[in-house]
């Protein structure tokens, strides 16, 4: 069974401060890993994806760290707001051909004004 | 533009009953999926459609039966309904299969609960 491991479950930041959340992931073959985020009551959304051809991939205050050889990538939130205050998912998979993605169990993030 | 769109919101069934939760997206996509999502567990796949006409299992199939009605749409049936299928359910569609990117757009969810 292929398996994408989330951690922490849960992280407490204060404003200002730098939310990180860490995934592994066992297949080599997968090239493609999104990360999306889910307000209470909400479907996941899409925030932000990677491919393995780069190693670092930011958008705005979030940046995706990935390391192919070590088989992790990870979410780095800088000045997190209360307003990211949600939960995060990472996932891995198959960006084109075969669309289905494996998830982690999810880290719920609550930031502290 | 609705994106994807899910009926019913809630639902609370009795052990036994039957039910089918609807899913349509508006993106022309040819891919979709059906999740559900329990605390601690993440996101598991339930069935998943990579184009009209075909269906094929992911993690957790038992239980669940799926209809690729057309393009637009992807139902989810339970036969006989159990408390362990007490849930949130997801669906969720992307380009993928027909050369397109994989960005999964997913529906406002149903909460089903099963006495």
């Known amino acids: 069974q292929q398996q994408v491991k989330q951690s922490p479950q849960s992280l407490i930041v204060q404003k200002g401060g730098i939310s990180i959340i860490n995934c592994a992931y066992e297949?080599?073959?997968?090239?493609?890993f999104p990360w999306y985020q889910q307000f209470p009551g909400k479907g996941p959304a899409l925030l932000i994806a990677?491919?393995?051809?780069?190693s670092e991939k930011k958008e705005g205050r979030f940046t995706i760290s990935f390391n192919k050889s070590a088989k992790q990538f990870s979410l780095h939130i800088m000045d997190s707001q209360p307003g990211d205050s949600a939960t995060y998912f990472c996932?891995?998979?198959?960006?084109?051909?075969?669309?289905?993605?494996?998830f982690g169990k999810g880290t719920k993030l609550s930031v502290k004004p | 533009n609705a994106g994807v769109t899910q009926t019913p919101k809630f639902q609370v069934l009795k052990t036994g009953q039957s039910m089918t939760l609807q899913c349509a997206q508006d993106m022309n996509h040819n891919s979709m999926y059906w999740y559900r999502q329990d605390p601690g567990m993440g996101l598991r796949l339930i069935y998943y459609s990579a184009s009209e006409g075909t269906t094929d299992k992911g993690e957790v199939p038992n239980g669940y039966n799926v209809s690729r009605l057309n393009k637009r749409e992807f139902s989810l049936r339970l036969e006989s309904a159990a408390p362990s299928q007490t849930s949130v359910y997801f669906c969720?569609?992307?380009?993928?299969?027909?050369?397109?990117?994989?960005?999964?757009?997913f529906g406002p969810g149903t909460r089903l609960t099963v006495l």
């Open positions: 990677i491919r393995p051809d780069v």
């Open positions: 969720a569609s992307s380009e993928a299969g027909n050369g397109g990117y994989n960005e999964q757009f």
């Open positions: 297949n080599t073959a997968f090239d493609y």
């Open positions: 996932a891995a998979g198959y960006g084109g051909s075969q669309g289905n993605l494996i």
